[in-house]
């Protein structure tokens, strides 16, 4: 598949064939290295289906065991990994919900997976309601029950609930300062998981007693998953 659109241009810009050859080796590069990181192509190289084992890297999980599997989460790559997920599990999928980056909804081939698109990379209120959407979802989970959340980079913004006391203007004040002051992303999100009822675990604990599974796509160095999106489904590690 080729992902860079303008490649004939990139190799026609050349000034003389060694240029034209240095050219094509680093968009063949680029390309693979998009290849590698597409998030459809990571979901299936993960999660395999056979019978009714789900297979995710060395865990099993028998889905006879299950009575319905919910499919929530957000992000950036949420919605391709979606997509993967629906065409491993198919009509297994009970329901689901999927936040994902204003306009993108409609890119993505699915049909038991709804979307809702939100704000990126400040939230507003349809980050607001795609967070409360979920967690009803997942407060009707029970304990014979399977929640898979996907999780990507972008979620800390696209699934936002400011904690009682804090408004969603002082969380979007909150979230610029902290973007225009050059804070990590770790320590972005060490704040955000304290000024939200969504973050920080906060999925996982509404979502008991079903049995829950996270996939995480990292965009964190280290790939410490309470940081990724803010940590939804992964005990905080951080403190006030």
Same mark, same amino acid.
């Given at each position: 598949?080729?992902r860079?659109?303008?490649?004939?241009?990139?190799?026609?810009?050349?000034?003389?064939?060694?240029?034209?050859?240095?050219?094509k080796?680093?968009?063949?590069?680029?390309?693979?290295?998009?290849?590698?990181?597409?998030?459809?192509?990571?979901?299936?190289?993960?999660v395999?289906?056979?019978?009714?084992?789900l297979?995710?890297?060395?865990?099993?999980?028998?889905?006879?065991?299950?009575?319905?599997?919910?499919?929530?989460?957000g992000g950036?790559a !949420?919605? @391709? %990994? +979606?997509?993967?997920?629906?065409? &491993?599990?198919?009509?297994?999928?009970?329901?689901?919900?999927?936040?994902?980056p204003?306009?993108t909804?409609?890119?993505?081939d699915?049909?038991?997976i709804g979307?809702?698109e939100?704000?990126?990379?400040?939230?507003?209120e349809?980050?607001?309601?795609?967070?409360?959407?979920?967690?009803?979802?997942?407060?009707?989970?029970e304990?014979?029950?399977?929640?898979?959340?996907l999780?990507?980079g972008?979620? !800390?913004? @696209? %699934? +936002?609930?400011?904690?009682?006391? &804090?408004?969603?203007?002082d969380k979007?004040?909150?979230?610029?300062?902290?973007?225009?002051s050059?804070?990590?992303?770790?320590?972005?999100?060490?704040?955000?998981?304290?000024i939200s009822?969504?973050?920080g675990?906060?999925v996982?604990?509404k979502a008991?007693?079903?049995?829950?599974?996270?996939l995480?796509?990292s965009?964190?160095?280290?790939?410490?998953?309470?940081v990724?999106?803010?940590?939804?489904?992964v005990?905080?590690?951080?403190?006030?």
């Amino acid at each position: 598949m080729v992902r860079i659109k303008n490649r004939k241009e990139l190799l026609g810009n050349a000034y003389c064939p060694m240029n034209r050859k240095a050219r094509k080796i680093a968009l063949d590069v680029i390309e693979k290295v998009l290849e590698a990181v597409d998030p459809k192509r990571v979901i299936k190289s993960r999660v395999m289906l056979t019978g009714n084992i789900l297979r995710v890297n060395e865990e099993t999980f028998d889905l006879t065991t299950f009575r319905r599997i919910f499919v929530v989460g957000g992000g950036k790559a !949420s919605g @391709l %990994m +979606a997509e993967a997920l629906e065409e &491993i599990l198919r009509e297994r999928i009970e329901d689901g919900l999927i936040v994902v980056p204003k306009g993108t909804a409609g890119k993505y081939d699915v049909n038991r997976i709804g979307f809702h698109e939100a704000s990126h990379p400040i939230p507003d209120e349809s980050s607001v309601t795609g967070a409360m959407k979920i967690l009803d979802r997942v407060g009707h989970a029970e304990d014979d029950d399977l929640v898979i959340c996907l999780i990507s980079g972008g979620g !800390s913004s @696209l %699934m +936002a609930l400011p904690r009682n006391g &804090i408004s969603l203007s002082d969380k979007q004040k909150v979230t610029d300062m902290l973007l225009k002051s050059g804070a990590t992303i770790n320590e972005m999100n060490t704040v955000r998981k304290h000024i939200s009822g969504f973050k920080g675990g906060q999925v996982a604990r509404k979502a008991y007693p079903a049995t829950v599974l996270s996939l995480l796509l990292s965009d964190v160095l280290g790939d410490p998953l309470d940081v990724i999106a803010s940590g939804p489904t992964v005990p905080d590690s951080t403190t006030f």
